[in-house]
């Protein structure tokens, strides 16, 4: 019977199934400092061991500064964010795993160091104890996001119980405009499914604007899935999965790369495989996108305007857009293009691979940020990122433009460290949740590209960039 | 893990869509390494007027009197009927530790995001989905409701309405199963597996 990529990914992973749950076996598991010390806690009270330790892969990424932190782990001023990256190191010493620590140039968000480091591989299943798992999915690989129980449950038995999620198939065809990247697609499609319309679904995106795309952008799209309520979001393996994938340190070599190369050139979805449900997205069609609410899926093209609650027939979805306007201190009607920002983020795992950072610099280029704009950060996803970024001059241009260039973390996508927005600081942000006090309590988040952020901290306020 | 079977217990009617695991509990408190206290915490930002931090007095602070948490009428309130897509967002199991350690024993919703729903039976919290039309039932009915966890039903006092579950995730929390102790029943299983696996996938 035809399969598709989930479906095989699930069958090649499945050790035994009980009462409709599947046992599957996990490859790797990827861990950071937030959701991990209550696991590892449960494993000591229970004297329990862990499974393989091989699996996994551990990084600081949320608490960690992302100015000057020269002097390690004490260069985190906020004790608490200190204990935790202190109680990573100290877990996995104990308990034997692999830890990028926080001064390694291989540091960076969780979600970037795993496909550069080849600890992400495609046909592996994956899990973290963090929801952007899904990133993973761009290399064809089975990744999806879980809590602090099963993080544990991984730990102990190298394996976790899942119901099957349904098929579908988001298919995109055409060509992006220029100044339209993954993430206008990745927002796009959140705003006509919404953010429950993946839910209890695994999300293939297939059709030629995807073959087209680059791997970062794949990472974007797929990313974003879980914005739309998806389990998972995959794409099926092609020559720019294998290229990407080649020579990176925990990949294979000689004879062991052959076979697996000619395993991973099956990670398809079989012609004539069934999706439960399929939409088609045209490419062309699609502008540069910013959120104009609280949720991802209150977005608009750049050049629209914030929407008018009267003209919204569902009670629910009225009250919803009243409350988001009230958040984020906007009126119905309201141009985008005419809204001042105080902040530019560029950073997040969304949006913090070498592409994303080309394409913010070749708007910054030359350019100064606008007078209103407090503070325009850049904050690469991992150290190699920033690196080759600095070897490429990028580093030079954000700064001669103004932009702040900072060392790599999670930072404020969810400000866990001391990068966040003030009460009523408006914010151009290339992260991907825009919920209330997300970035700050208080604080207003519009989601944008790299391209878009950047044009909009030179003009101050929501700017798209010409084609 | 903690037990299910039945309660009864007024809801509590937070009447919003779309409620994000941020909201439920901000980030500032997941910077905890400990599974318990984060009650206190529970809707941070809509339940105090000021800005909350880990360590703070919570009985000190100022309460938004606005915020249906806060309304003694639902003090003792253990199940929280709420609209759809509860839990979207992050994959934060501080949410379910929050809405446990507050005193929350079941969730009504028309639907959850998925990896919050998976969390609460880890916790030994009960989601139940409804359709929108007895969502909207409960929340003109707001008086006490019974939940019968094996008979899988919700009762007004004059209504019953069955929900979904899965039959083993029932079975284990009726019964306060520990997830792992019951998976490494089969470790021989996975042992078998794994060795095949990896003759077959080298690289791994």
Known sequence: ?467 | MKKFTSISSIAMPLDRANIDTDAIIPKQFLKSIKRSGFGPNLFDEWRYLDHGEPGMDNSKRPINPEFVLNDPRYSEAQILLTRRNFGCGSSREHAPWALDDYGFRAIIAPSFADIFYNNCFKNGLLPISLSTEIVDNLFNYNGQLSIDLDKQTVETNDQSYNFEVDPERKRRLINGLDDIGLTLQHESKIRSFEKKHFAKFTWL
């Open chain 1, 1 to 467: 019977m035809p399969q598709t990529l989930y479906d095989k990914l699930m069958s090649t992973h499945k050790v035994l199934e009980q009462d409709g749950s599947t046992l599957i076996y996990i490859d790797r598991q990827l861990i950071h400092e937030v959701t991990s010390p209550q696991a590892f806690e449960g494993l000591s009270l229970a004297d329990r061991k862990i499974w393989r330790n091989k699996s996994n892969l551990a990084v600081p990424d949320h608490n960690v500064p992302t100015t000057d932190r020269s002097s390690g782990v004490s260069s985190i001023s906020d004790p608490v964010s200190r204990l935790q990256v202190e109680t990573l190191d100290k877990n996995c010493e104990t308990f034997g795993i692999n830890e990028i620590h926080m001064n390694d140039v291989r540091q960076g968000i969780v979600h970037v160091i795993g496909p550069e480091q080849g600890a992400t591989l495609p046909g592996m299943s994956i899990v973290c104890g963090d929801s952007h798992t899904t990133t993973h999915g761009a290399l064809g690989a089975l990744a999806f996001g879980i809590g602090t129980s099963e993080v544990e449950h991984v730990l102990a038995t190298g394996c976790l119980w899942q119901n099957k999620a349904k098929n579908m198939q988001i298919e995109i065809s055409g060509e992006l405009a220029s100044n339209v990247s993954a993430k206008d697609l990745a927002l796009y499609i959140i705003g006509k499914i919404g953010t429950a319309g993946g839910t209890g679904y695994a999300i293939e995106f297939c059709g030629d604007t995807i073959q087209e795309m680059s791997i970062e952008g794949r990472m974007t799209l797929c990313n974003m899935s879980i914005e739309a309520g998806a389990k998972v979001g995959l794409v099926a393996v092609d020559n720019k999965t294998i290229e990407y994938v080649k020579g990176r340190p925990f990949s294979p070599t000689g004879d062991t790369w052959d076979s697996a190369l000619e395993y991973w050139h099956t990670l398809h979805s079989d012609p004539e495989s069934h999706f439960d449900d399929s939409i088609l997205i045209d490419a062309n069609q699609i502008k540069p996108q910013v959120t104009w609410g609280t949720s991802p899926e209150m977005v608009v093209d750049i050049h629209g305007s914030t929407p008018d609650p009267k003209l919204e027939k569902d009670e629910v979805k009225a009250e919803s857009i009243r409350n988001a306007l009230k958040y984020i201190h906007l009126k119905p009607n309201t141009l985008m293009s005419s809204i001042e920002i105080d902040k530019v983020f560029i950073g997040s795992c969304t949006n913090s691979r070498i592409e994303d950072l080309r394409a913010a610099a070749i708007v910054a280029k030359g350019k100064k940020i606008a007078k209103n704009v407090k503070l325009a950060l850049v904050v690469p996803g991992s150290g190699l990122v920033k690196k080759q970024a600095e070897e490429e001059g990028l580093d030079q241009i954000f700064k001669d433009a103004g932009f702040e260039w900072r060392e790599p973390g999670c930072s404020m996508c969810l400000a866990m460290n001391a990068d966040k927005l003030e009460a009523g600081e408006r914010c151009a942000s290339t992260s991907n949740r825009n919920f209330e006090g997300r970035q700050g309590q208080g604080s207003f988040t519009h989601l944008v590209s790299p391209t878009i952020a950047a044009a909009t901290a030179i003009a101050g306020r929501f700017s798209g960039v010409d084609s």
